[in-house]
């Protein structure tokens, strides 16, 4: 097969994202759909193999590279674009689906990039077309989050920037291969990894942003760069055990913090930090059960997850509220978006005949393989704990719960299909879970189902539900936020500036009074020596003058005798 | 006279499904005595120890959320009121 006829999916949702603004009216909804399905189209006519190789600088690129991996990641990008922008289709926003498909094909082209430069190239290009998401939602909110959030990723680019030159200083090689924790250049590459993953300390930029996007924009954000970090940390860092404890802080964090909010939104991007957490440990144990876990989980997240958002998205756009200290009875007038929300919940608890199910259990048992008896126990509170926060609390406390009073309809067409199809695609995984497992990247020796799995699940998860309605008193919402770490750069840090602005002001002040005090004094010493009258510039009689020639005459008669 | 728009708005049907979910609870407590389990670690092999251990981390997650609540909460407006300054 000829070079020349293989065409980059990256480079057709990208040129799609720019030509769809041009469009208007039918054209445009067409093109929406049209753009991701010439992508999956591209996508899966592609053989394996490095397909383009290009010579740079000193360096061998290769900006299109087809493994299992990277096509089950390119994959599921398409597919979320598909269905989000569907979802999205009724959105007054022009600027928002070419933004999503712009940030969606950077995100393919970092998953089909063989090499560290053409990473570094789309990963940029992500946080530009995540950003302009966060823009088109237009509100006063969105704007201050997304400079936010810009700096965050520009940051994070920068320290991958600085990874990446080092690393090619110190091999030569550019090839994206896993890499081992032996120098500078290699943890700077995991922190700049691990920034957009949504790691600790900087884990804040998520619940910080996203929720901030219009009700359309946070299904696409909540997909794409997580997940991108997901993939390069699994190509690169496979195994690296520092990160089984950074996955396993994401997990509590998420929990933690989703367990005391009350934006309902805010409670399901706590819980992308807590689901990558599960990831990011599986890419810690390092197994082959473990990767292919952590790649499975990364692909029916993303669709739970969109799910999730889906039905939180309708109904915001249908109440305009998103605390759920104001909503709840909403099963009332929204069935499909309450079925639709309450599948995303389940599976994103993994409950047996759902994606989580047999994704997520992947993970679980490659600790039990590798006798990790510490691991696997935070994991099955973890299990128990999602359902907690995420599984229970954000269907009851946004459909059911007391009621409300609201009475919003289900949402339009477009929206409603969104929805059903991704909630079809989570218990179809569920039951048929075989052709997921035929993409993962390593032979699949795993049977999900068999009872003593489901027995245990359901006793963890149902129990866990207990639990919440025993403990319901106390997590009853309340207007409150929670402190995370984007205090420090959004209230210590500015604080800080101010105290040094007013010190280095007082200096300021104090120095150029002094400087000034300075300069008077010599004007001062100046202009009286040469006003007028001054000692230089009086007229001298001449009687003076002869005197000063006898006195100096004198003096040297004076020095010669002596 | 109050109007049930739901058959979930009845009390009434709200009590049926809680026993439900109890007797399912107990449900599958029973039943991991009938099934063999395969328990990997030592610990597995406790009656009913999923069950136990679901409910008693949900637990200490709640308390432990409320714990760090007390010194992290703060009002909704907390930022806003930054941002109204600038």
Redesign the interface.
């Known amino acids: 097969m000829s070079e020349s006829l293989v065409v980059h999916p990256a480079l057709v949702m990208i040129a799609g994202a720019l030509l769809l603004p041009a469009l208007r009216g039918s054209a445009r909804d067409a093109g929406v759909l049209l753009v991701p399905a010439l992508t999956l189209a591209a996508l899966l006519a592609l053989p394996e193999g490095d397909l383009w190789q290009m010579q740079w600088l000193d360096y061998q690129l290769a900006p299109l590279a087809v493994d299992k991996l990277s096509r089950l990641f390119a994959i599921i990008f398409a597919l979320m674009s598909l269905a989000g922008g569907a979802f999205a289709l009724r959105q007054p926003s022009r600027l928002e689906i070419p933004a999503a498909y712009l940030y969606a094909g950077s995100a393919i082209g970092v998953v089909l990039a063989g090499d560290l430069i053409t990473v570094f190239l789309f990963w940029e290009f992500m946080a530009v077309g995540s950003t302009l998401v966060l823009w088109s939602a237009g509100t006063?909110g969105a704007w201050?989050a997304s400079r936010r959030y810009v700096a965050v990723h520009l940051a994070g680019g920068v320290i991958l920037f600085a990874g990446v030159t080092g690393h090619l200083l110190d091999t030569g090689d550019a090839s994206f291969t896993r890499m081992q924790l032996d120098s500078v250049a290699h943890w700077l590459i995991l922190i700049g990894f691990l920034i957009n993953a949504g790691a600790p300390p900087f884990s804040a930029w998520l619940p910080d942003a996203y929720p901030e996007a219009s009700w359309s924009g946070t299904v696409f954000l909540s997909a794409f760069t997580t997940k991108t970090a997901v993939y390069v940390l699994l190509r690169g860092f496979p195994g690296s055990e520092i990160l089984i404890w950074i996955g396993i802080f994401m997990i509590?964090y998420g929990?933690?913090?989703a367990?005391?909010e009350?934006?309902m939104r805010r409670i399901l991007a706590y819980s992308i930090v807590n689901q990558v957490g599960f990831m990011v440990t599986g890419i810690g144990i390092g197994t082959e059960m473990a990767l292919n876990g952590a790649a499975a989980h990364a692909f029916s997240h993303i669709i739970y997850k969109a799910l999730l958002l889906m039905s939180a998205g309708a109904v915001l756009a249908a109440t305009g509220r998103r605390?759920c200290s104001e909503l709840g009875g909403l099963?009332?007038s929204m069935p499909l978006t309450t079925i639709c929300g309450t599948i995303g919940a389940l599976a994103i608890s993994s409950f047996p005949l759902t994606s989580g199910f047999i994704s997520k259990s992947m993970v679980t048992q490659a600790a039990?393989d590798g006798?990790l008896?510490v691991v696997?126990?935070f994991l099955?509170?973890a299990s128990?704990?999602v359902f907690?926060?995420a599984g229970i609390k954000f269907p009851w406390f946004v459909f059911?719960q007391k009621?409300s009073g609201l009475r919003p309809p289900d949402p339009p067409a477009s929206m409603r299909w969104g929805m059903i199809v991704f909630a079809f695609l989570c218990i179809a995984l569920g039951i048929w879970p075989d052709p997921l497992y035929a993409l993962l990247p390593y032979p699949v020796d795993y049977v999900p189902y068999?009872?003593?799995h489901v027995?245990?699940?359901?006793?963890?998860?149902?129990?866990?539900?207990?639990?919440?309605f025993?403990?319901l008193d106390?997590?009853k919402r309340?207007?409150?936020?929670?402190?995370?770490t984007d205090w420090l750069w959004?209230?210590a840090g500015?604080a800080v500036a101010r105290v040094f602005a007013a010190a280095l002001g007082k200096l300021r002040t104090a120095l150029s009074g002094e400087i000034d005090h300075g300069f008077q004094s010599l004007a001062l010493f100046i202009s009286r020596h040469r006003q007028p009258d001054g000692l230089l510039m009086r007229s001298w009689p001449t009687g003076s003058m002869a005197w000063w020639v006898m006195v100096l005459l004198l003096t040297y008669l004076l020095l010669y005798y002596v | 006279m109050k109007i049930h728009e739901h058959w979930l708005d009845d009390p009434r049907n709200v009590k049926k499904l809680w026993r439900g979910f109890i007797v399912v609870l107990a449900l599958t407590v029973v039943a991991g005595g009938f099934v063999d389990l395969h328990p990997h670690f030592e610990i597995e092999r406790w009656f009913g120890f999923y069950a136990a251990y679901g409910f008693v981390t949900c637990l200490l997650m709640i308390v432990g959320a409320k714990g760090l609540g007390v010194f992290l909460k703060r009002s909704d407006r907390y930022y806003a009121k930054d941002e109204d300054d600038e």
């Open positions: 006063p201050a509590f929990i933690v913090y367990l005391l009350n934006d605390k099963f009332h039990i006798h008896q696997w126990l099955a509170a128990a704990g907690l926060h059911f009621d068999t009872a003593a027995i245990t699940q359901l006793q963890l998860l149902l129990f866990s539900g207990l639990a919440f025993v403990m106390y997590l309340t207007p409150t936020i929670t402190l995370d959004r209230v500015p």
